[in-house]
């Protein structure tokens, strides 16, 4: 556990390093950000690795990481040396918060790390992928990496979250197969800090004391990470035989067609990866097939799961973004002047001038815009759907700041938020411009969703905990609103937001001239979820207006709230066009954006009923208090599902214990692991490689994934996904099949030339794939510089050879 402890120090020694560029920047939150230093600091070292690297200044794998930290460091140091004696202060007022929030931190750390010594094995669905990416990152020199499956090619993919991981594995000394199970721990460790800091400052804005503060966070953290949906109350009962036919019947979730066929009479199943299923509910069947798969992922899946993708990785930096954007909101200072000059936004006067500013409530600086763009961009960077939607939620909240400041003149809001948002977004695309220049995507259009919907019986089971928590604090400031002079105007603006995703979809519908979906059908079916986001905007709008400050900081959270439903209701009517031809990926990505914002809403609604319950009488008290009682039993059934789900995926008690995702290759690959180990140690990180070439998820590839030594092509479907084109290696499978069955020495010599190959692998898969015939050739020309029982490795010989 050595790496483990290591890999704590590091990250610890990157928190250090950015509380004081936190203090700094987030003045407008109660502990100025230092509940999120980790996350931010772990984006400023990465940003300046990756972009030194960009330019060849800075070689990255050498010590690009190593040298960031330095300059971060000397940047927090000057910090320090001016306002060093504010800083301490200001530590010692927010100790509490700042310990609760390490606590959580080092608990889901140390708890998800044990869990992954238990169920290590880097072995399946797309975890090859993931490995690929990470190791393509720790070898680079300089940016952008080379593609480990297409040789010659850069990585088309987001691989900021990968290079940001890379970077700790690189300054701790972690092999990345150690620090793959590493930063599976990680991410949702400093997620749930940070959804406890975050969700403090908000109830501590609104007024709320310290321990309802840090209760409401440490909900916010359980419903971020920990809890899941309602999907395994529906396992409990399978296992246990409940339920008739008609009812399995009238669910209809995959795999869910009745009682089980090995009953279990005990509290959790054993069906293999019986926990799967939660991530697959909705769906619709004609005549038995299904014709609306989508994905429903949610945090704590994605952690038992293991695959460390990009939505997953972008957990931590979506939250501070999001408390970067309830510290703008809670500015003072108009955005621009009257006149709209863009000149005049956010003055800069130096850290300790504008520290007083900040402690009179006054607008940050050029510094927090400019944080802004930075954490923007690098979550497009690390999942490119995080962009247009946290750039749209962005949007909202420069509109929402304009309303609380200008009131509800659309030319006012428009002349204020537009520009500031502008700046904002346009700096987020410079500041990573060799990424965003040069990005391939499959994307192609918006398309109408125009047959199956989801179905309201599987919208509650992946939504009825967070719907739950959220709705009564929605309802309830909305029904707490009093008409002013300008409600008009603001119930327009209420209803033209709740109206715009359906009326986005009429136009999407006409102008792609697509299907015969009813638009009556359609809108009644949403027409509950478009009532909650006009009520929830109507509630923001008018808190903001509010001359009450407990009052007006409920305005963020809400907006959360809102944000929502707004993602909920978006994969009802529009789907992002791609390979997969589907609204599969959109429910996927949307939804689980989703479960961030209403989550971190959740926990800022345990807050908003405690503080007023003692107020309710008669049968608002009931109702309550019936809610209330609802809502624990449903976040009961929700932790039901994690309890269960953690004893039954690890290979216990056969597996190997310890945090290398290759040691399960120990137990029946032994050959191939000790050729894994030796090329890691003999190859130069510009070498490159030919492996078998074989489908997605399957062994194939395994080598480079491991390795990170480029071959000539890996997962051919996988690099056309990310790649929307075949164009970048139509032939290389031919090419590939050519190298290991040709006799012909020279076809085989400018193959390899041509693909700048040194090694060529022989091993089981090899011999399957290809056979045997051509194998001895490499004898002829080729060195052969490792051998066991069923692998051989051969290196081109130099030509003075």
């Known amino acids: 556990m050595l790496d483990a402890v290591l890999w704590l120090i590091g990250i610890e020694v990157i928190g250090l390093v950015a509380i004081p560029l936190a203090y700094v920047a987030l003045g407008g939150l109660k502990d100025r950000g230092l509940t999120l230093a980790k996350p931010l600091g772990m984006l400023l070292v990465g940003y300046l690795a990756w972009i030194l690297s960009s330019a060849h200044v800075l070689p990255y794998a050498s010590y690009g990481p190593a040298v960031a930290l330095i300059l971060l460091a000397a940047v927090a140091a000057f910090v320090v040396y001016r306002r060093g004696e504010d800083l301490l202060a200001h530590i010692r007022s927010q100790w509490k918060p700042l310990v609760v929030a390490e606590v959580v931190f080092l608990a889901v750390f140390i708890g998800w790390t044990l869990y992954r010594a238990f169920d290590p094995a880097i072995s399946h669905t797309e975890q090859p992928m993931d490995l690929a990416f990470l190791n393509a990152t720790m070898r680079t020199e300089f940016a952008p990496p080379e593609d480990p499956w297409l040789r010659g090619e850069s990585v088309s993919y987001y691989y900021f979250g990968y290079w940001m991981l890379g970077g700790l594995a690189n300054l701790t000394g972690a092999v990345s197969t150690v620090a793959y199970n590493l930063s599976l721990a990680l991410i949702p460790a400093m997620a749930a800090a940070g959804a406890v800091g975050l969700v403090y400052n908000l109830v501590t804005a609104a007024g709320g004391r310290l321990k309802i503060a840090l209760a409401s966070g440490i909900l916010a953290a359980v419903l971020l990470v920990a809890a ?59 005549g038995g097939q299904g014709i609306d798969f989508t994905i429903q992922e949610f945090p704590f899946f994605s952690a038992l799961l293991g695959d460390l993708h990009p939505h997953f990785m972008s957990l931590p930096f979506v939250v501070v973004f999001l408390s970067l954007c309830a510290n703008f909101l809670e500015a003072g200072k108009p955005l621009v002047t009257r006149a709209g000059s863009l000149a005049n936004v956010y003055r800069w006067r130096g850290p300790v001038a504008a520290g007083r500013a900040w402690s009179r409530g006054f607008a940050p600086g050029l510094p927090s815009l400019l944080l802004l763009s930075l954490v923007l961009g690098g979550l497009g960077f690390v999942n490119a759907w995080d962009l247009p939607v946290f750039s749209a939620v962005f949007l909202g909240v420069a509109s929402f700041r304009a309303y609380a400041v200008r009131g509800p003149s ?13 700046v904002v977004i346009g700096l987020a695309f410079f500041l990573y411009l060799p990424y965003f220049g040069s990005m391939q995507s499959q994307f192609s259009g918006i398309r109408p969703v125009v047959d199956a919907t989801t179905r309201p019986i599987h919208f509650i089971v992946v939504w009825g905990l967070m719907l739950a928590a959220v709705l009564p604090m929605l309802v309830s400031v909305f029904w707490s609103t009093r008409l002013q002079s300008e409600w008009r105007r603001t119930a327009f603006a209420a209803l033209m937001i709740a109206l715009l995703p359906f009326i986005a979809w009429l ?55 809102v944000f929502g439903l707004l993602l909920l209701i978006g994969p009802e009517l529009v789907f992002v066009g791609d390979q997969f031809g589907s609204r599969m990926n959109t429910v996927f990505k949307f939804y689980y954006q989703a479960w961030v914002l209403l989550s971190l809403a959740g926990g800022f609604a345990l807050y908003y009923w405690v503080s007023r319950f003692d107020a309710l009488v008669g049968y608002k008290r009931v109702l309550a208090t019936v809610w209330a009682g609802a809502f624990c039993v449903l976040l009961v059934i929700a932790l039901y599902y994690p309890a269960a789900a953690l004893g039954s995926k690890p290979n216990l008690p056969n597996g190997p214990v310890g945090l290398d995702g290759l040691a399960h290759l120990a137990s029946g690959n032994t050959d191939e692991l000790e050729a894994i180990q030796f090329l890691r140690t003999a190859a130069s990180r510009d070498s490159g490689m030919v492996e078998a070439v074989g489908g997605s998820y399957t062994e194939f590839g395994r080598v480079s994934s491991a390795t990170g030594i480029p071959t000539v092509l890996g997962w051919p479907g996988h690099e056309l996904q990310w790649r929307g084109t075949s164009a970048s290696f139509d032939g290389r499978e031919e090419d590939i099949k050519l190298i290991y069955q040709s006799t012909d020495f020279e076809i085989v010599k400018n193959l390899l030339h041509r693909y700048d190959v040194d090694y060529v692998y022989v091993g089981p898969r090899e011999r399957r794939t290809y056979g045997t015939d051509g194998i001895d050739k490499f004898d002829e020309f080729m060195e052969k510089i490792f051998l066991n029982s069923t692998v051989v490795i051969y290196r081109l010989r130099s030509s003075g050879s």
């Open 410 to 422: 659309l030319r006012e809001i428009v002349a204020s938020a537009l520009p500031v948002s502008a």
């Open 228 to 286: 899941a949906n309602l999907e395994g109350a529906l396992e409990f009962m399978r296992a246990n035989g409940m339920g008739s036919s008609r009812f399995w019947g009238w669910l209809a979730i995959d795999g869910l067609d009745g009682p089980s066929p090995q009953l279990t009479e005990s509290w959790r199943p054993n069906e293999f990866w019986w926990w799967w299923r939660s991530s697959r509910v909705i769906n619709t069947f004609e």
């Open 507 to 561: 136009g999407v519908l006409e102008w792609g001239s697509q299907g015969d979906a009813s638009a009556t059908g359609r809108f009644v079916q949403l027409l509950p979820l478009m009532v909650l986001i006009g009520g929830g905007v109507y509630a923001v709008l008018w808190t903001l207006r509010s001359g009450h400050r407990a009052v007006r900081g409920n305005a963020f959270p809400l907006a959360l709230a």
